[in-house]
């Protein structure tokens, strides 16, 4: 029997064969010419991913965690406020990360399954001068997407940068920086990128990157200075060689070979591709009877989805049992009740098939464990849907 096992967490992903093999080349000097134009037509390819023809790219070695550093380090001094929206852990996290810069941070702390209203981030916006807002475009420990766009006019609005954790969603989500106006939009490579693990990738908008050069105070973090990168990253667009850190060399080999396949199949087509494939996974879900964290289908993401386990179920019986049926899902991640539900990541290069293997292991698993279903109800539904989708 085949051993592989298919990789459905949020992140890594299964990932694109040509990608892996470009992973796989002898590495290059990080000044040759071919290594160059890689490197400069991936600045170049993240504008169109991004929809961001005005903004300014940065390829980094790194986690998604840095692509936060690095937007926090460089545009916010001590003593601004700054509000974070949050539906999940991240938004935690990234509260963590402008403390240490010194920012004042007020928390709006979406309730469990629920997304921050548009009227509290308006009313919190009225009650001082802030200097920034963050959002995580989707929480990866909730499955919960908020659309940036109204957000981003608030911002305008009220004179406030727009910072995007787009980590769980670039790539994958409707996302348009430039014409929503969104100032920082920040990713890593592991997730709808479909890069392995490694790249912290960030875009910067005019007014950004202006916001960074006015800044009264140097930036308080060496690796992370725009300061040391940008001039970097103008010399690969130009295809001039240049140095500040040694560049990740196959991991951007792999990123041009990956944002290449992603413009190939069109950034529309691919959002459209996430959005079936996410509503016809909910809707298998939940003819099972199984629960969604996210409370309604509007706030659901269409990476990943969040599920709370049965009665009964026990998770770590749980994910063995999917392991041992060749399929690996995540556990939770919310502190409080990680252990009550599961995650499934479907981003990136997810076909039909591979949820249709997911549902069927799911079956299995808990029929395994004593839930009682009707066996192929799930993978019945999630076939019609996405029949009823394509017609
Ligand atoms: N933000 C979100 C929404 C994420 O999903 C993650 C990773 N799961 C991060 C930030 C942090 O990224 P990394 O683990 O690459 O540092």
Not at 15 to 35: G, N, W
Request: proline fraction near 5%; charge should be neutral.
């Amino acid at each position: 029997m085949k051993a592989r096992k298919l990789l459905m967490i949020p992140g890594p992903i299964e990932f694109e064969p040509e990608v892996l093999q470009a992973m796989a080349i002898p590495t290059t000097s990080h000044v040759a010419p071919d290594f160059i134009e890689v490197f400069g037509h991936s600045l170049e390819l993240m504008r169109t991913v991004w929809k961001s023809p005005k903004g300014q790219p940065f390829i980094i070695a790194g986690t998604g965690t840095l692509a936060m550093d690095m937007a926090a380090a460089n545009l916010i001094e001590s003593g601004d406020n700054v509000l974070v929206i949050s539906s999940g852990y991240f938004g935690q996290r990234f509260k963590d990360i402008l403390e240490r810069y010194g920012a004042k941070v007020t928390l709006l702390q979406a309730a469990l399954g629920q997304s921050v209203s548009i009227d509290s981030i308006e009313n919190e916006l009225k009650t001082k001068q802030y200097k920034a807002l963050t959002l995580t475009h989707v929480d990866t420990s909730t499955g919960i997407i908020v659309d940036p766009k109204p957000i981003a006019q608030l911002a305008k609005k009220y004179k406030v940068l727009s910072i995007v954790d787009g980590v769980c969603s670039i790539a994958g989500e409707e996302l348009n920086q430039d014409e929503w106006g969104l100032d920082v939009v920040l990713t890593a490579s592991q997730k709808a990128i479909g890069v392995p693990p490694g790249l912290a990738l960030l875009m910067a908008s005019e007014k950004a990157m202006e916001v960074w050069k006015n800044r009264k105070t140097p930036v308080p973090n060496y690796y992370a200075d725009w300061g040391n990168w940008l001039p970097v990253m103008k010399a690969y667009e130009e295809r001039k060689p240049s140095y500040f850190g040694t560049p990740a060399v196959n991991l951007i080999v792999a990123l041009e070979t990956s944002l290449k396949i992603i413009c190939k199949e069109g950034i529309e087509k691919r959002v459209q591709r996430h959005q079936s494939l996410a509503k016809a996974f909910r809707a298998a879900i939940t003819s099972l009877k199984l629960t969604i964290l996210a409370t309604s289908n509007t706030i659901a993401a269409n990476t990943l989805t969040a599920v709370y386990y049965p009665e009964g179920i026990d998770g770590a019986a749980f994910s063995a049992k999917m392991v041992a049926n060749n399929v690996i899902i995540a556990g939770g991640l919310l502190p409080d009740i990680k252990t009550t539900y599961f995650r499934v990541g479907h981003m990136g290069s997810v076909s039909p098939n591979d949820l249709l293997a997911v549902l069927g292991a799911l079956e299995r698993t808990l029929s395994e464990l004593g839930y009682p279903l009707e066996i192929g109800k799930s993978l019945q539904t999630f076939q019609t849907e996405l029949l009823k989708g394509s017609n």
